[in-house]
């Protein structure tokens, strides 16, 4: 990997993105093919869980995920390397032995050290396979008519059998913004983190907050930072972006600077926002008064960028 790769976790997301085969999600002759290949690996998805008991995430083969869910519904994730890839959706119930022991997608955080070849290799899966899944869970009848829904398309279209209304997987923009004050690359240069009340005390983070209807993602930053905060946010950058399917969200990340210091908490979203100076940023994550989000987040890579360098402290929060 880069300097970049390492250094900036959620960068690691797409340095291995598989190819989604979309052209071939109504190829019924294909699936099979594929399903029958026994270099094929299955995860065994349900309500948004997979099981890491042991842990890592399994992969199996077809013949060992259709033993252990029956009924499932198979969902093509792709290819990579040459080896297809599937999910297998199945209800709680049918799963053999059980799931109280599965963990979703933020569970799976531990397994996904930057850095780690890992987080490369499983993550795009995870979150294809998982974002998915919490799609199919909140879509259960179509919006128009209430009318039942089939799946097409190996599991990225659902028809209702009613109106003939398709169903799509569903994203919401989010922004998540580093907001900084002062000479750029100065001592004295601050970043704007804030709070929630029922975060423990040491908690902090960058701001975010979703896109609105008709709304530039540039002006949903500066509109979220001030609702929060009452900071005024003047230039906005692009920074990067990163699927976060808890349950179906892409968070856009930017920078923006400032045009004013004086902070007022909305006192609903946000329970305290601060200025911290690089130096401030540091000594908190160094002396544990201070955890901010880490692992593949987006908003660890926005601190980083801003830390300039890896942060101190191995506190493993996730934003």
Same mark, same amino acid.
């Given at each position: ?34 399903? /029958? ?29 259709? /033993? ?62 998982? +974002?998915?899944?919490?799609?199919? !869970? ?20 659902? !028809? ?53 209807? +008709? ?37 856009? /990340? ?58 101190? +402290?191995?506190?493993?929060? !996730?934003?």
């Amino acid at each position: 990997m880069s300097r970049d790769e390492q250094s900036l976790p959620h960068v690691a997301l797409s340095v291995r993105a598989h190819n989604r085969e979309a052209l071939h999600r109504t190829d019924a002759a294909w699936l099979d093919e594929q399903w /029958a290949d026994p270099a094929t690996r299955v995860l065994v998805v349900s309500g948004g869980r997979v099981d890491a008991t042991g842990g890592t995430v399994p992969w199996l083969t077809p013949t060992e995920a259709a /033993a252990l869910a029956p009924h499932g519904e198979r969902l093509l994730l792709g290819q990579r390397d040459g080896r297809t890839r599937f999910a297998l959706l199945a209800e709680r119930d049918d799963v053999v032995g059980g799931t109280d022991d599965w963990v979703g997608l933020r569970g799976l955080f531990g397994l996904l050290a930057p850095g780690d070849e890992t987080a490369a290799d499983e993550a795009p899966w995870l979150f294809h396979a998982i +974002g998915l899944a919490e799609w199919r !869970r909140s879509h259960r009848f179509c919006p128009r008519c209430g009318g039942g829904l089939t799946s097409y398309a190996a599991g990225h279209e659902l !028809r209702c059998g009613d109106c003939g209304r398709s169903q799509f997987p569903r994203t919401d923009p989010a922004v998540i913004m580093t907001i900084t004050v002062g000479e750029p690359g100065s001592d004295d240069e601050a970043v704007l983190l804030g709070r929630q009340a029922k975060w423990p005390a040491t908690q902090w983070s960058s701001l975010a907050g979703f896109c609105e209807p +008709g709304e530039t993602l540039e002006d949903a930053v500066r509109r979220e930072t001030y609702e929060e905060t009452g900071v005024r946010v003047g230039e906005v950058s692009y920074f990067g972006s990163q699927p976060w399917p808890l349950p179906a969200s892409l968070m856009v /990340a930017f920078t923006g600077r400032a045009t004013s210091r004086e902070i007022h908490v909305d006192g609903a979203e946000i329970e305290d926002a601060r200025w911290f100076t690089r130096a401030q940023l540091r000594a908190g994550l160094e002396d544990g008064t201070l955890t901010v989000p880490r692992s593949v987040s987006i908003s660890a890579s926005l601190l980083t960028a801003f830390h300039g360098g890896p942060l101190p +402290g191995g506190d493993v929060w !996730r934003r």
